[in-house]
């Protein structure tokens, strides 16, 4: 079992089968498994997206700087929501922010996100880098780097990554195993590229696995061989 990991979540997967808003018995399965990883001494970061509140500029004509500041915002409802899920089982947890938001949350400081693992609780990192233009798949390699987390957990919609879209090729292939400059000289679609660049200059490896497949979480954080890892 890995001893520190961080792993990315989504806005989507919160919402379940509805594609928007949170969904409760999701993120039950989400934050049952989390409790019983802290049970076990793991100590876990994660990264939240926001796009089942807020996607890109939805389609409206928005300054980008604008858009990527409101998907930021996004983030923070879902943090806070897991934060709320995750405490009423018991489990202490601290949600930092990259943009200043003291009234509901920390700033993200290194030093005591490193403190809160110390201490028990889980970190769930909100705004991603901070700063527009980048993606939360950014954010969430920009802290696993920072935090020196074993692995990076990317949860996704499918139980893997294929050489082409399975949701369109019925001869689509699984990929059990990638290297980073695989995905980049291939143009495999896991993460931006990024995001993929920083894992490969900070040895993080990542590993992408289906959230909908019963104790993903827990078995991708005990090393398990689940979905696809690159390295």
């Known amino acids: 079992m890995y001893k520190r990991v961080l792993l990315k979540l989504s806005g989507e997967a919160l919402a379940g089968a509805s594609g928007t808003g949170i969904d409760p018995i999701t993120v039950d399965k989400v934050v049952c498994q989390l409790v019983e990883l802290a049970a076990n001494k ?36 879902n943090a806070l929501a897991l934060q709320d899920a995750i405490e009423k089982k018991g489990v202490p947890t601290r949600v930092q ?22 201490s028990g609780r889980i970190v769930i990192f909100a705004c991603g880098t901070g700063n527009p233009y980048f993606t939360t798949d950014s954010g969430a390699a920009l802290r696993a780097a920072e935090i020196k987390a074993d692995v990076l957990l990317m949860a996704k919609n499918v139980d893997g990554v294929y050489d082409c879209d399975p949701k369109t090729s019925k001869t689509a292939k699984k990929l059990d195993e990638l290297s980073y400059m695989d995905v980049i000289n291939k143009n495999i679609a896991v993460m931006d590229f990024t995001s993929v660049t920083m894992c490969m200059e900070n040895k993080v490896p990542i590993v992408a696995f289906g959230l909908a497949e019963e104790n993903s979480i827990i078995r991708a954080a005990s090393g398990e061989k689940i979905g696809t890892i690159i390295h």
């Not at 939805?58 to 990527?68: E, L, P, R």
């Not at 509901?104 to 110390?118: D, G, N, Q, S, T």
């Open 42 to 77: 793991v100590e876990i970061a994660i990264v939240v997206g926001g796009g089942n509140f807020w996607r890109g500029r939805q389609g409206v004509a928005m300054d980008k700087v604008t858009a990527d500041h409101m998907g930021m915002l996004a983030t923070i409802m």
């Open 97 to 118: 922010t990259a943009l200043s938001i003291p009234a509901v949350a920390e700033p993200f400081i290194l030093r005591k996100a490193l403190r809160h693992f110390e």
